[in-house]
């Protein structure tokens, strides 16, 4: 919880900066080719809705919440760091979108690279791997998200593209950084039995 809370402040602090020292747009090989199209629900309600549901999944199986919490953590801390390398302007035009409270502290308008919106589902998607349903659910979500960003001109090609490959990675750290927290996690969702979850230390009834 901890470190969740620091990679939100340092996310902060990055758009922050970003936004502040941000230089000219660039050209873009799709974005050049593919008129701009109002995304404005799925970019701005879109990843609401998303969170909620991962609040009623983490709800639902506590001992899943170490894990994710600090997956999630890790991702905004690199993502974080990414975003104050390079300060590439918004691309010229761009779908317009009016920001709630919430989303006004994770966006900024500099924080492009890389997109959240597409790498936060796929790194999900990625932790329920072992679940098809929440698996292919995270993944169109991913999908989704991706593709308006692309339409909306919010995010450059290698925003989008090069999310995948990050989280891909942020995953595999945050289970050799956070093995004890992986193994709750996996128990949680059936890969282990009662008696592993006993040993883990969350001993409980099953229906």
Known sequence: MILLALSIVSNFYAGTFA?????????????????????????????????????????????????????????????????ILTHIGPFPTRSTFDLNAIMQSFTFGGDLFFSGHTGAPFLLALMFWKDSRLRFAFLAATALFGAAVLLGHLHYSIDVFAAFFIS????????????????????????????????????????
Do not use: C
Request: glycine fraction near 6%.
């Open 19 to 83: 936004t502040a020292n941000v230089s000219n747009p660039v050209t873009d090989i799709i974005l050049d080719n593919v008129p701009v199209v109002n995304v404005d629900f799925i970019f701005v309600d879109g990843p609401l809705f998303m969170w909620m549901f991962v609040g009623v999944l983490l709800l639902a199986r506590p001992q899943r919440i170490p894990f994710v919490f600090n997956g999630l953590a890790l991702f905004i801390l690199v993502r974080s760091g990414f975003i």
């Open 168 to 207: 891909y990675g942020i995953h595999d750290l945050a289970k050799f950084l956070f093995r004890r927290d992986r193994e709750f996690f996996d128990a949680a969702n059936g890969a282990r039995n009662r008696r592993q979850l006993s040993k883990l230390g969350f001993a409980r009834r099953w229906a």
